[in-house]
Every structure is written in C-alpha cells, then in structure tokens.
C-alpha cells in the first residue's frame, strides 16, 4: 500500500493564506523595495501638503551594481584545515571538489529549464527582497541499472515563501506560485488543470521533515516521502 501524506490540499492553502496575512508588514517591505528598484512613481500623502515629486533612477543603479557585482564574483568554497592530516586534509579537499561538482550540476539543469544559475539568482534576490530562499534537493534515481545522484536547486522567490518555526527550528515551509498549464501538467502528469483569468495555475509547494506535497489549485498532485 502507499504511504500517503496526513496534510489535506485545504491544510496547506490555509496555512499559506494565514502566514500571509501574519506577516503582511514583512510583505509589503518587499514590495515597496521592488517599487524604488521598478521606479514606480511615489505619491506623497495629499495630508503633508503639495509638494513637487520625482522618480529618481538612484536604486535602481545601485541595486544593480550589487546584483552584478555578487552575480560575477569568484565563487570559493573552502572548508578551515588546522591540525588534520594529510589523510583529512584529502578528504576535506575531496570534500569542496563534491560541492563545486554538485552545485555545476544544479546549473546545468537551471539553464536546461532557460533560467539563469544559482548564483545569479541569489545575486539578484538578495539586494531586493533583503534575504534568498534556496531549495536544495539531493537525491538518487536509477539510470539503467546504476544509482544515478542528482541535484535539484531552485531558488525560491521569499516574498511569496511562508514557514512555520518551532522549538528545534523549522517545521515546515511552503513556496507559492503562478506558472503555465502546460509546465503543470508536464511535471505532475495531470490533466484538465484550470487555469485563472489571466491564463495562470498556482502551486503550493510545501514541505516539512516528513514530506513534500506539491498542491495544484485546491488539488495534492504529487507528495514525496523525504
């Protein structure tokens, strides 16, 4: 028999909507950062009185020279070696050579899917929401007879990300979304996906120590035992 998650598809949207909601003043942070970067026009309260406004290209030159500035930065993985051996010296060598091997191929599949690498992701996340959420997952598949691992890294935008923190730490989080019918019915082998007015699905994906449940609409259309 397979296992199934305890969590309902209703649990998850509930606990995305009520994080939203308890942490509306974090959000709106977000978005008001995004508006300089954007050069939305800033509109001063009729109350302070008249004065003259305008949009000043400033942030937006600023945030960009950072985010070019992390995005083409030598990357250095490098773990401390004081008194080991030579024999763990090599393993922490061995060690750093793994990361810089697992990271290539998140990228590869990043740029297999059109989107630009870790780094560049982070790179532009970090100025303008004040922190990055990457998602790592490291797994093994079979490829022909042979444990295959693979590396799957997304990076999670943290405006529409929610958690839940308990006394060890975190308990679960949920990213949302809006992608394609198409993407959505591609990864999770589904059909008849309803999209909304402007031709959008929104997907919930939650996780937490036990499981991965990706919520399609108001539907659970794949979950994962972690």
């Not at 995005?71 to 004081?82: D, G, M, N, R, V």
Request: proline share 3%; glycine share 4%; with cysteine.
């Amino acid at each position: 028999m397979v296992k199934k998650p305890d969590i309902l598809a209703e649990d998850i949207i509930t606990f995305a909507n009520k994080k939203e909601k308890d942490t509306k003043p974090l959000r709106d942070r977000m978005e008001e950062t995004y508006n300089f970067w954007r050069l939305e026009y800033f509109d001063i309260d009729k109350s302070m009185g008249k004065y003259r406004t305008m949009v000043s290209a400033k942030p937006r030159v600023f945030c960009d020279k950072i985010t070019s500035e992390l995005a083409y930065a030598f990357l250095k993985l490098s773990l401390p070696i004081y008194k080991e051996t030579k024999t763990e010296r090599s393993v922490e060598s061995m060690t750093e050579q793994t990361a810089y091997g697992l990271i290539g191929m998140a990228d590869d599949r990043l740029r297999k899917c059109m989107l630009p690498s870790i780094q560049s992701q982070l790179a532009e996340d970090i100025p303008l929401r004040g922190f990055a959420v990457p998602r790592v997952w490291v797994y093994s598949e079979n490829d022909h007879g042979e444990n295959k691992t693979c590396v799957d890294v997304s990076i999670w935008d943290a405006r529409n990300v929610y958690w839940d923190i308990g006394n060890k730490g975190l308990r679960s989080v949920c990213h949302v979304r809006y992608t394609s019918k198409s993407e959505v019915e591609d990864t999770y082998d589904v059909k008849d996906v309803k999209e909304d007015v402007k031709g959008r699905v929104i997907v919930y994906d939650w996780w937490d120590d036990e499981w991965e449940v990706v919520v399609v609409g108001n539907d659970i259309v794949d979950w994962q035992e972690n």
